[in-house]
């Protein structure tokens, strides 16, 4: 084992707690920072949504369209850091600091140099981008510099991604949530000022979020740097390293291509949805927001998932792991049901927020998609989180797998058949349940194929019934 270093008593405590714990108050205490930061990011996204609708359905409409473009760009440089975090979460469960440092400085440096390529190109690209997805000239006129902001935005998305994920690695998610809270906030005042002081259009609502995620970098890079921090990166771990990035990159690719082409199906499926007017692209994306926010507080436990999964898995508890995914997978089901029947109380008091520029049949559509949508919430938490235990084996694969199944089996074929049959708006919504359910059930299937072989043939070195003792 590589040299080792001295780790805080406040981190040592963490990492007895994630390698020796009880495993399901461990999932709940790591898991409820995440959880905090994400209910605050649905509510920032909700009012987001909230100021945008004050300009009109044609501006929620454009909004929902090029989120989900900038969606596919950032998974790019968040594949990257969700397997840059596996080899730190790994070698840091194994109190291999160093190793653990030099794979968070080839992570960054992987990060930030594809995203920033990536960015010049779909910003060049901006109007042949939007016209191949069917985006409406409506769309195009109104937030053509909002598509570029956001593009650029994502390339400082892709370093915070990779400040969160190692510290998440650590299992220090506290300070992932109160730094990203602090940049929701100026993000937040920064779209009231622009919006209903200054009266600016949505190019400035881009510009918020730019602001607010270059000061999250900030902080973030001063953190990675510290010398205080037990796994600073070092000017020498941003020197390339081909070995370690290759392994780095092996990993990331197929979460790369899950989340890229998952995002890529959602414009697709835009586009798709482009057939029933600019009023159904709006009414499907406020159905979104309005089961994304327990939706998001219950998928959060794949982050914690994925680190303890990670973490043991680097010390040698393999059969600790498993019992992880049981925990956190409970807990995320329990916590999306209470979600959705939040969300199913209150829906009436909350769409009418959205129509005072639109239309009545706006609200009704949104609520008719809504009511197929808020299975995803539980569904799509499952999926997840089966994903992120293969992560957490270096399995990435498993994550585009369940993405295409998700996007390309049960969604857009789905979809065109309602379509072709002659089925309204509503069919965006069923097409959801439909594609959502599916890919949860064959996740259940992959994880208990996969559990029932390791329990019999182990996993690398690794066998099941074996239990180290925290080094």
Do not use: C
């Not at 840059?84 to 840091?92: E, I, T």
Request: charged share 10%; proline share 2%.
């Amino acid at each position: 084992m590589a040299a080792t270093s001295n780790l805080s008593i406040r981190e040592s405590k963490r990492r007895t707690m994630i390698l020796n714990g009880n495993l399901w108050k461990t999932v709940f205490w790591i898991t409820t920072p995440l959880a905090i930061y994400a209910l605050f990011n649905y509510f920032y996204g909700f009012i987001d949504f909230l100021l945008v609708s004050t300009m009109g359905t044609a501006d929620v409409a454009t909004v929902f369209f090029i989120e989900d473009i900038k969606g596919t760009i950032s998974a790019i440089g968040g594949g990257i850091a969700i397997g840059g975090a596996v080899f730190v979460a790994r070698h840091y469960g194994a109190n291999d600091l160093e190793s653990a440092r030099k794979n968070a400085g080839q992570t960054l440096v992987l990060a930030l140099s594809i995203s920033i390529i990536i960015a010049i190109l779909v910003m060049l690209l901006a109007l042949p981008i939007l016209k191949l997805f069917n985006a409406p000239d409506e769309i195009i006129a109104t937030g053509l510099g909002y598509y570029l902001v956001q593009m650029a935005s994502t390339v400082v998305i892709a370093v915070n991604s990779v400040y969160m994920g190692i510290e998440r690695s650590k299992g220090n998610t506290t300070m992932v949530m109160l730094l990203n809270i602090i940049a929701m906030i100026i993000k937040l005042i920064l779209s009231t000022v622009f919006v209903l002081v200054l009266h600016k259009g949505i190019i400035f609502v881009g510009y918020a979020t730019l602001i607010a995620q270059l000061f999250l970098m900030v902080l973030g890079i001063i953190i990675l740097f510290n010398k205080k921090n037990s796994i600073a990166i070092r000017l020498k771990d941003l020197k390339p390293d081909k070995t370690i990035m290759k392994a780095i990159l092996i990993v990331a690719i197929p979460v790369i291509g899950g989340k890229f082409f998952f995002s890529l199906g959602r414009v697709i499926v835009n586009g798709i949805a482009a057939i029933y007017g600019t009023i159904a692209i709006a009414a499907f994306g406020l159905a979104s927001k309005l089961a994304g926010g327990p939706g998001a507080i219950a998928g959060i436990f794949e982050e914690s998932t994925a680190s303890i999964a990670s973490q043991n898995i680097g010390a040698g508890h393999l059969k600790r792991s498993f019992k992880a995914y049981l925990a956190a997978n409970t807990q995320a089901v329990i916590v999306g049901f209470i979600g959705m029947f939040i969300v199913v109380l209150s829906i009436d008091t909350m769409i009418p927020w959205f129509t005072s520029n639109s239309s009545p049949e706006f609200a009704t559509l949104a609520k008719q998609i809504f009511a197929f949508e808020k299975f995803s919430i539980v569904t799509g938490a499952t999926t997840s989180i089966v994903a992120a235990l293969f992560i957490g084996f270096k399995i990435s694969k498993v994550t585009l797998i369940l993405n295409l199944l998700r996007i390309y089996v049960f969604r857009i074929p789905v979809l065109l058949l309602f379509i072709h049959f002659g089925i309204g708006p509503v069919a965006l919504g069923y097409v959801m349940f439909v594609s959502n359910t599916s890919t949860a059930l064959v996740a259940i299937i992959f994880i208990y194929l996969f559990y029932r072989r390791v329990k019999h043939y182990g996993y690398l070195d690794l066998r099941y019934q074996n239990s180290p003792q925290l080094t």
